[in-house]
């Protein structure tokens, strides 16, 4: 089946810095991928979608600036928080999709970001 | 933006229980998707459907598109304590849109 590879898994970070996460679709080329933001015990919370050559699509809410995706490649997108702060301490899941029709979407493992 | 409605939040039971939840939407969907998550994973996909109507099983799971389109269910059968962990729902409101809207999700744990 499909597999999305995030990466990393965790990471700790100083207040101020900036964070990378990758996301790879391990088994087919995603011309879609998203990004999600998840708090303790609640549901997913979709940032933006990547799109393979194009700017990203924030949702309402979401700072492009704080943070930065890039999808270079169908088969890779990265998410970059920028300047970190401890408010910003999650949990990033992206996902992708194999095509533009109804295919389902597929996980990767998450991220779990704190920012001390 | 849209939200559905996942129902009941949590659920505890005993093993070998069956257990059933459900999602519904303001509008219609036409795919709906149910996902399994563990703690400090990402959601893994149980059962895909894309029909009105449609029922669908994965072993002990059972999952159905509602005939309004406007609502799902999962059923599990005979529950085991490694069905245990947040159920989520979701769903595509139109063909062609790719992101999914996400219920609230249904914690499951279960007394062996």
């Known amino acids: 089946g499909a597999v999305v590879s995030q990466h990393p898994s965790r990471v700790i970070c100083k207040s101020g810095t900036s964070v990378k996460i990758e996301c790879r679709s391990l088994?087919?080329?995603?011309?879609?991928m998203f990004w999600y933001r998840q708090f303790p015990k609640q549901s997913l919370m979709l940032m933006a979608t990547s799109n393979e050559g194009s700017k990203a699509t924030y949702e309402q809410g979401v700072e492009k600036d704080k943070f930065l995706i890039n999808h270079a490649s169908l088969t890779l997108s990265t998410l970059t928080v920028t300047s970190a702060h401890p408010e910003d301490s999650s949990f990033y899941i992206c996902?992708?999709?194999?095509?533009?029709?109804?295919?389902?979407?597929?996980f990767g493992n998450g991220t779990r970001l704190t920012v001390t | 933006g849209q939200q559905l409605n996942q129902s009941p939040q949590s659920m505890f039971i005993q093993e070998g229980e069956d257990v059933s939840m459900n999602c519904t939407s303001s509008s219609i969907f036409n795919t709906w998707l149910w996902y399994k998550q563990e703690p400090g994973e990402g959601p893994v996909l149980l059962i895909a459907l894309y029909k009105a109507g449609e029922l669908t099983s994965n072993g002990r799971l059972t999952a159905q598109f509602g005939i309004t389109r406007k609502d799902s269910f999962l059923n599990i059968s005979a529950s085991i304590p490694s069905d245990v962990g947040i159920y989520f729902c979701a769903g595509r409101e139109w063909q062609g849109a790719q992101k999914l809207v996400f219920g609230q999700g249904t914690r499951l744990t279960i007394n062996p």
């Open positions: 088994d087919f080329q995603a011309t879609t």
């Open positions: 996902s992708a999709t194999r095509d533009r029709g109804n295919s389902p979407l597929h």
